[in-house]
């Protein structure tokens, strides 16, 4: 069941987010976690609008995906290089966060946005750079992290899935966006799923 709905669905969006919360993934003990994860997640957030606004992207899905609409009937060879800047500084952004998660904030490196996006290049068509190997994801439950405490780990990636999903979490946002002048604050998701291995692991030992 939900918390209190009377305030959350006043804003755009939340009540769909809100629906998707999925109570089945909690873990045991997330519940001291989650005042720790506000911040990582304020920070991935400026980070993924700084993405957007760099490349004139309109949504989040579109840095996920790695499906740029405005340049994805053209395919030339400047506009392939503004893809992959793209998705390389969103693999930037995800890296950095798997260590937040794994190792603490204490460990993961300052939560500054300009440590994994660059605002160097012009804002939405970079100067085309050779192309790069595409680097792959460290599972946040990798053997590595095997010798950490893998419970707390967890608990951890719950904490940050709970600060995306539960309505409550997106109305306090909103109302801190609010008490700063902004109408509405956008609702970024993939936050949440920076932890999904933890999160599959932890659904198949219940």
């Known amino acids: 069941m939900m918390d209190d709905r009377r305030t959350w669905l006043r804003w755009p969006g939340a009540d769909k987010v809100g629906r998707a919360y999925w109570a089945d993934l909690r873990v045991e003990g997330f519940e001291a976690h989650v005042e720790e994860a506000r911040r990582p997640k304020l920070a991935y957030d400026r980070s993924m609008l700084h993405i957007l606004h760099q490349f004139g992207i309109m949504s989040e899905a579109e840095v996920v995906s790695g499906s740029l609409l405005h340049v994805a009937h053209r395919g030339g060879r400047r506009d392939e290089a503004v893809r992959e800047h793209m998705r390389n500084m969103f693999v930037n952004l995800r890296q950095h966060y798997h260590r937040v998660l794994v190792y603490g904030a204490e460990h993961g490196g300052e939560d500054n946005e300009d440590d994994h996006t660059d605002s160097s290049l012009p804002s939405r068509f970079p100067q085309r750079h050779p192309r790069e190997p595409r680097q792959q994801l460290a599972s946040p439950v990798s053997n590595e992290a095997n010798r950490l405490d893998i419970s707390l780990i967890r608990a951890r990636a719950f904490a ?39 999160l599959c692991q932890h659904l198949m030992l219940e």
């Open 160 to 198: 940050w899935y709970h600060v995306c999903y539960h309505p409550m979490e997106i109305d306090r946002v909103q109302e801190e966006a609010h008490n700063f002048g902004l109408v509405v604050a956008p609702i970024f998701l993939s936050f949440a799923w920076i932890g999904v291995d933890a």
